[in-house]
């Protein structure tokens, strides 16, 4: 357009020119004066004495092309201004805009491009940042308003074209194309930066989603693990009516079977041991318990084995007692000792049946072994023969670190007493079984009346 307007100008130059040759050629030349005011318009002579020639049409339309082709020239200039004002404005916008969008993407955090937040170990038990999800929406609205003020403004900004022929108006040409250029390097310089944010901005939020995830799983696993031994120990105090109304069975004469008392025994100077039996395996019930220790895995003993009688091991001493338990029905049975003279008593169903002396005499109990009901110990807690293994049920084992009295024992054979051990009571939870043993409901003196 520039170029248009200049090519103009030589035009009229060179016509002016012409116009001066041509007079000089004739001798005379066309002078322009003032018209004083008041005075008639016209042609007259100069004071000279020339002629002033009046102007041709041709040359009042050039004029008049000159006078608009300025006036044009000058609101070019000021629109030009206007626009180059406007661009700076919308640069220091975009500029605050992605200053912003650092600012939402890392709160009370400067950042210059690129850097990238590395707090994923945060607890995010405390207090969160603002949600990703509304700083990408907050993002994305603002570029689409961007991209609409700056299609906007490439639409209105449109520069008048010049039309040389006459009595043509003027024509609009569109946006200068480096300006096209230059916004669409900055909108796409945006839209680069604003994309790279959101992708940030999205992997922060599946981080934090991942972490929240694996706080929630742990927290579910403990708990999940903590119900489950609620219910088991729920189970287990429920599994009877009572912790001590239950029986361990040993249905077959194996080396795997057997059960374990939990507790052990402290040093002892006497003791007293009471059990419900019902076996009718035969030749011999086996073991119904055994306890041993260290160096002594035959400390305390209770045997049937072979055609033997039932005889009582203490310190792999053995005594012989006059005990019959193998018909088939619940029978009482109760051991006292004491170290005094190896002093022994043997009943069976609350009467005494037998005593003696001089077993393991002097011999205190050694501490710290291990009870198992049901086996003999050949090493402590194991290395079990099954021939002498113990065949069939066992209840309320009972132990106690002194000597009871007749009238105590009787009591509890025939289920007017209860007095559980004050070494190691018979409850649940201190009875553990093994290798296919189990226990089962009972109320030992119900069943006893019925065997009756």
């Not at 193998?326 to 004491?338: A, E, K, L, N, P």
Request: aromatic share 6%.
């Amino acid at each position: 357009m520039l170029a248009e307007v200049v090519a103009l100008f030589y035009l009229l130059s060179s016509v002016e020119s012409q116009q001066e040759a041509a007079a000089a050629a004739t001798g005379g030349r066309f002078v322009c004066n003032a018209i004083p005011p008041g005075a008639e318009p016209g042609c007259g002579s100069s004071p000279t004495g020339n002629r002033l020639q009046m102007s041709s049409p041709a040359e009042d339309e050039l004029r008049n092309t000159i006078i608009r082709l300025r006036e044009t020239i000058l609101q070019q200039k000021e629109t030009i201004v206007s626009q180059q004002g406007t661009i700076k404005e919308l640069n220091s916008k975009l500029a605050r805009c992605e200053a912003a969008a650092d600012a939402s993407a890392q709160p009370g955090k400067s950042r210059g491009h690129g850097s990238r937040r590395k707090e994923y170990g945060k607890n995010t038990m405390g207090d969160l940042p603002r949600d990703p999800g509304e700083t990408i929406n907050q993002l994305g609205k603002t570029m689409q308003s961007l991209k609409g003020r700056l299609e906007s403004l490439e639409q209105s900004l449109q520069l008048p074209g010049i039309n040389v022929s006459a009595g043509s108006g003027p024509a609009q040409t569109p946006l200068p194309s480096q300006l096209r250029e230059l916004l669409g390097q900055r909108l796409g310089l945006l839209e680069t930066q604003l994309l790279r944010k959101v992708a940030e901005l999205e992997e922060e939020k599946s981080q934090l989603y991942n972490e929240t995830a694996a706080h929630r799983q742990r927290t579910e696993n403990a708990l999940n693990s903590l119900l489950e031994r609620i219910t088991e120990l729920e189970k287990n105090n429920n599994a009877f009516k009572s912790p001590e109304d239950f029986k361990v069975s040993l249905s077959l004469r194996t080396n795997y079977l057997y059960g374990r008392i939990k507790k052990s025994l402290p040093e002892m100077y006497a003791f007293t041991v009471c059990m419900w039996l019902k076996s009718s395996a035969g030749p011999g019930i086996g073991t119904p318990f055994s306890y041993g220790v260290a160096g002594q895995a035959n400390e305390i003993v209770l045997i049937e084995w072979g055609n033997n009688p039932i005889e009582l091991l203490v310190n792999d001493k053995v005594a012989q007692l006059p005990l019959s338990v193998s018909d088939g029905r619940w029978h009482h049975i109760c051991i006292t000792w004491t170290t005094r003279d190896g002093f022994w008593e043997a009943y069976q169903d609350g009467e005494r049946l037998g005593t003696g002396d001089n077993l393991a005499p002097w011999h205190p109990i050694k501490p710290g072994g291990v009870i198992i009901l049901g086996q003999e110990q050949d090493i402590v807690g194991g290395r079990f023969d099954a021939t002498q293994a113990f065949v069939g049920e066992l209840s309320q084992f009972n132990m106690w670190d002194r000597v009871l009295r007749p009238m105590d024992i009787v009591g509890l054979a025939n289920c007017s007493a209860y007095m559980p051990g004050n070494v190691v009571p018979w409850i649940d939870a201190n009875v553990e079984v093994f290798g296919g043993a189990t226990k089962a409901p009972l109320e030992i003196c119900e069943d006893r009346a019925f065997d009756s």
